[in-house]
């Protein structure tokens, strides 16, 4: 193959971008990343369009572990430079969105990363399929070959909704975000997530009248624990509904859109709670905030991925790989296809782990690297041990919880190899004839269902073993994969300061679990 052709080839120098560039840097490979934008993270000059970040900056723990500190810093990349965190760059608890960029443009630079910006990549083909190399043209007409290509450039097209008339409203990363120009209006927002509220929330005190409209009901990201649901620093217009202050939420579609000839807009909307029964809303201004889609209008014939979600992402495979164009990868944001509105692959938290875990896929399947792990006695202390040491300390599975697992394959000689932030589903079957076992976090069944606050719901005790498998909140879930049979399951019960160091409650089950289990593959 030609010398000049690159190992990986990174689109997006967002945060999954560096910290995949980060990650093949530091295993010596050849590559290069290619950013559209003017610096890196250039995304977050525009967003979000308020310029609050939403992913929390907790810099007071009390803990001095920085893996532990990580279950609380949700925009640091993953490194070993404790000068590179971003919680040295703000000390605000949401912190300000050019926080994250002068954090971004200083990691690539003290890292050395190879990064080429204003580099808008404009189209990626693969000339000689299934196995030659691609080849991505930028907007200066370069060429840049590689044997594989790592698309991580985010979501960076809007979600448009097929509502007649859509073309007329404002969209959310257009809208001026100055209160000043919404003086006494009234303003519909199509969409239900935190754009949409983020968005009301800046107009409450010169607007004169909010609606938030959408068929689908306000999840409560407090409840159901996915943190792209409504999260509490922007659900301000719900006081102002329940309290009776002009604005509302409507549930309902909204059917047609019509711009009148003096600007203002009349907008039929069909109330799902009120048997489709449809009204026409005047407005002076209306905003769409319905989220936004991958753009694979740069894929040629031959290398364009299949889409899932209603075309809004790539599908993957559970190494990260497109599902039908063999060394097309994927990292950030656009991997939430993965654990889509359950997860949090949606986010630097989450996705930072998936970026290392699709590296340790990269280095294991084209460079022979295994993965890493250590070798472990096949006995139930030792096992029980490990187990817990790590679900004490993981930020990884703490994160990714029920996408990341760590996995012990037992060797059949006395030994086990223990790996750590493997994706659950990657292996498949069973790996070796003993099976294997995977440890995850989980939260329990139905944990969105219950009011968390409402003081009336019985709950397990945090001491009740017996009845760990009943809790609903994040707990550590053990399982062991044999072939051809349902995996036998230990959950630790749940506990409110997360520490599963309890010799009786949390130690000695964990020991009867794996002796159980382990009895008949140890040596006779």
Known sequence: MPHDVLDYLVIGAGPAGLQLGHLLQRAGRDYRILEGGPVPGAFFLGFPRHRTLISINKKNTGWDDPELNLRMDWNSLLTDDPDLLFTRYSDRYFPHADDMVRYLGDFAARAGLAVTCDARVTRIARPEPPDGPFEATDAHGRTHRARRVIVATGVSLPNVPPIPGVETAELYGEATVDPAAYLNQRVLIIGKGNSAFETADNLIETAAVIHVAGPNSVRMAWRTHYVGHLRAINNGLLDTYQLKSQNALLDGHVRRIARRPDGTYLVTVAFIRADEVTKDIPYDRVILCTGFRFDASIFADGCRPDLVIDGRFPALTPAYESVNVPGLYFAGTITQSRDFKQGTSGFIHGFRYGARA???????RHHGVPWPGVTLPAEPAALAGAVLDRVNRTSALWQQFGLLA???????????????????????????????????????????????????????GQGDAARAHEGHYLHPVVRHHLPGRPPAVHHITENLENEWNSEEIHAAPLREFFARRTAALLPR
Not at 358 to 364: A, I, S
């Open 358 to 364: 699709l590296h340790r896929v990269l280095e294991q």
């Open 406 to 460: 760590d996995v012990i394959v037992p060797g059949g000689d006395g030994t086990a190899r223990y790996l750590e932030e493997v994706p659950y589903d990657l292996e498949g079957p069973p790996v070796g004839e003993h099976g294997h076992f995977t440890i995850t976090l989980e939260y329990g069944p139905d944990h969105d269902k219950n009011d968390p606050f409402d003081v009336t719901v019985t709950r397990i």
